[in-house]
């Protein structure tokens, strides 16, 4: 069981907007802005899109968006795309008496 | 460009030491931390621990006492032990470079090599 709780999956049709939801507690999402998204496609690694729960790195879309409101951080994919299908994981500080970097579970986007 | 290769023994007998080495290229060892990650199967990713230059390491809680790594500037790598290893250690171990936004962010990863402990 993750520490962070995502939706297993998630779809959308091109052109929509989807937004993947990722809950933990107050002693890590709701209480630091250390949360960041990863993508992942099928056998490959892992890729960083979004860090400090809204920042984006060089050269993500800014059709990738992220938020946060108490214990739950929230990722926005808009303008759908059929490449963006793949697994999405976030990820936050978990504190200083806990592990200090955890993950959700991860959940499948499906884009129709 | 930033790059990373792991490499290992891709099978491990139960009990035994798993043993893995990222290659690093296209930076400085020595200018960023150092981590390593896995994922099994199917599943969701799980953070091991990670390593700066001068040898100081943090690890995962759950794996604190079987985890060793360790840094070779004049090699350009860094490595991970896992000892002990069972089949719930079955997974892709992937390398990585912490961000300098935080130590919390992995903005460079490796391919991941695929370690599987069966007798």
């Known amino acids: 069981q993750s520490a962070l709780t995502q939706p297993r999956s998630v779809s959308g049709s091109p052109g929509q907007s989807v937004t993947i939801s990722c809950t933990g507690t107050?002693?890590?999402?709701?209480?630091?802005?250390?949360v960041s998204w990863y993508q992942q496609h099928p056998g490959k690694a892992p890729k960083l899109m979004i860090y400090?729960?809204?920042e984006r790195p060089s050269g993500v879309p800014d059709r990738f968006s992220g938020s946060k409101s108490g214990n739950t951080a929230s990722l926005t994919i808009s303008g759908l795309r059929t490449d963006d299908e793949a697994d999405y994981y976030c990820?936050?500080?978990?504190?200083?008496?806990?592990?200090?970097?955890?993950f959700g579970g991860g959940t499948k986007l499906t884009v129709l | 460009q930033v790059q990373l290769q792991e490499s290992g023994p891709g099978l491990v007998k139960p009990s035994e030491t798993l043993s893995l080495i990222c290659n690093v290229s296209?930076?400085?060892?020595?200018?960023?931390?150092w981590s390593w990650l896995r994922q099994p199967a199917g599943k969701g990713l799980e953070w091991i621990g990670r390593?700066?230059?001068?040898?100081?390491?943090v690890y995962n809680p759950s794996l604190n006492s079987r985890v060793s790594m360790s840094v070779d500037t004049s090699k350009h790598e860094f490595s991970m032990h896992l000892s002990s290893v069972t089949a719930a250690d079955t997974a892709r171990y992937f390398c990585?470079?912490?961000?300098?936004?935080?130590?919390?962010?992995?903005?460079?990863w490796g391919q991941g090599t695929l370690a599987t402990v069966s007798s």
């Open positions: 990820c936050s500080y978990g504190g200083p008496h806990n592990l200090e970097v955890m």
């Open positions: 107050s002693n890590d999402v709701g209480d630091y802005n250390y």
């Open positions: 400090d729960v809204t």
């Open positions: 296209g930076v400085s060892i020595r200018s960023h931390y």
């Open positions: 390593i700066y230059a001068t040898g100081t390491a």
């Open positions: 990585a470079r912490v961000s300098v936004a935080a130590v919390y962010y992995f903005d460079v």
